[in-house]
């Protein structure tokens, strides 16, 4: 199946469900507010917390409980809103889509509009609040992050492009630039480094999840890199990615802002991570376990990174706050929310398939 063909059906498919959406009441009336916290893919928008939380974490500024609390909040809403218009967006796929068929709009739970108005407040909210509390620069990162996801990526990349995945990833990758600029008010080395590991990860974390979706990715009309160019193409760009991950993984204990602890356990990590996909590259296309494998590893490696970043830099930077502050409280509940944080950062290596 072409490309061609695939953006012929998928025309076809978006008019028909423009029909029935237009025809039906524009507000669903029988929604529950569990149905819109769906909409916001809840583990997701943890993935991208966790990440931001890192980054804040990262920075040499320490926010006051307040500031930090709301910056969080914003944060966690940037996120939440583009997940809900992604689905406001995507419903015509969603509905074609096993995984994806039943989530709240395709089920009739909540109408096309009334998700694309929960999406527009709660962003509007987020990116408010976000320059409120902290500063301009990280609003205005968080505003384009948004922006990017639903315009660049869902609206355009992701049903005219193989590389979707690969140019649409960097939103997912800017929460700890983010979180570093709510802190320092600019961008940074760091930050830049812990882009550089999220852009590198989503391709073969996303294509792991493709290469066994491709029939529910073809009936969508999405030309995702396994249903255009096969599996073996898509195995092999994997192992490219997975390469390129390994080394940058380093990046941050070899720039001098990550301990050794670290550095080994993003050595070790990077070793397991190739080594899976070189197993995937070298598994028949009947092997459908290679590359789930791949793809529960890679959400375990994203989190092991980032909690050992967080710990790093949560316990020297936390010390030196107690110590310049003598006895003040500022900063400090970065120390109290640590090990909450990574207990709950956690739940999200039960990321569900449904969810991506």
């Given amino acids: 199946m072409n490309v061609k063909s695939i953006a012929g059906q998928l025309g076809e498919r978006r008019a028909r469900l423009a029909l029935l959406s237009d025809s039906a009441h524009p507000l669903a009336g029988h929604w529950s507010v569990s ?49 809900v218009l992604n689905m406001w967006y995507d419903a015509d796929i969603d509905a074609v889509m096993t995984r994806t068929a039943m989530r709240p709009i395709p089920r009739g739970k909540i109408s096309r509009f009334e998700a694309l108005v929960f999406g527009l407040v709660l962003g509007g909210f987020a990116v408010a609040v976000l320059a409120l509390a902290t500063n301009l620069t990280a609003a205005a990162l968080l505003a384009c992050t948004i922006l990017f996801y639903i315009v660049v990526y869902t609206a355009w990349l992701k049903r005219a492009t193989r590389q979707n995945i690969v140019i649409g990833g960097a939103a997912g990758a800017l929460p700890p630039v983010i979180g570093w600029a709510a802190g320092t008010g600019d961008v940074g080395l760091e930050p830049l480094a812990l882009f550089l590991i999220i852009f590198l990860w989503t391709p073969p974390h996303f294509w792991a999840l493709a290469l066994n979706r491709t029939d529910d990715y073809a009936r969508a009309g999405v030309p995702m890199l396994p249903v255009v160019a096969g599996r073996a193409a898509t195995t092999r760009q994997i192992l490219i990615y997975s390469g390129l991950l390994a080394l940058a993984s380093e990046l941050p204990w070899v720039l001098g802002f990550a301990g050794t602890v670290y550095g080994v356990i993003a050595a070790i990590c990077g070793a397991l991570f190739l080594l899976l996909a070189l197993q995937l590259n070298r598994s028949i296309e009947a092997d ?41 409280t500022v900063g400090s509940v970065h120390a109290e929310l640590l090990p909450g944080t990574v207990r709950c950062a956690s739940s999200f290596i039960n990321l569900s398939m449904g969810e991506v």
């Fill in 288 to 328: 459908r376990r290679a590359a789930h494998r791949l793809f529960v590893f890679s959400i375990f490696y994203l989190f092991a990174l980032f909690a050992a970043l967080l710990v790093d830099h949560g316990g020297d930077s936390f010390s030196l706050m107690r110590a310049s502050h003598a006895g003040r």
């Fill in 35 to 83: 149905d819109f916290v769906a909409l916001t893919k809840p583990r997701v928008m943890m993935l991208a917390v966790f990440t931001a939380l890192v980054g804040l974490s990262s920075a040499p500024v320490r926010l006051d409980p307040l500031t930090t609390l709301a910056a969080v909040v914003a944060i966690a809403a940037g996120a939440g809103a583009a997940g």
